[in-house]
């Protein structure tokens, strides 16, 4: 059965691809500017590993920096370092159920 060829584009098309995205989500570009993106970066590259899966042993690459305590609640921490968590976007996805269904900002025990 045939495929479609992979699209390969190069740094300035992802860059601009990424703009019209910033710019079709005004309200999200207030949280994540671009000094969110530089402590995102900063804190991912000194954090790369998700620290949920890391509390089951399991190691897993972090690829979303989540806040703790979320900016809707805290919007003071929203560039705190303290507040940050790298974690898989796997656990941000659960964490974020959570949130949305209990208002904890936290994965579920998932030893029991
Ligand atoms: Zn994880």
């Known amino acids: 059965m ?3 060829p992979p699209t390969f584009r190069n740094k300035a098309q992802l860059e601009r691809i990424a703009d019209r995205k910033r710019q079709a989500r005004p309200e999200t570009n207030k949280i994540y500017d671009g000094a969110w993106r530089r402590l995102r970066r ?4 000194a954090n790369p590993l998700c620290v949920e899966c890391f509390k089951l042993d399991k190691i897993v690459e972090a690829t979303v920096v989540d ?7 805290a919007p003071d921490r929203r ?3 303290t507040n940050f968590r790298s974690c898989c976007q796997s656990c941000r996805s659960i964490m974020s159920q959570n949130w949305k269904a209990n208002g904890i900002n936290e994965v579920p025990n ?3």
């Open 79 to 81: 560039l705190d370092p």
């Open 42 to 45: 900063h804190h991912l590259a």
């Open 2 to 4: 045939p495929t479609k």
């Open 110 to 112: 998932r030893r029991s």
């Open 67 to 73: 806040h703790i305590q979320p900016v809707a609640i």
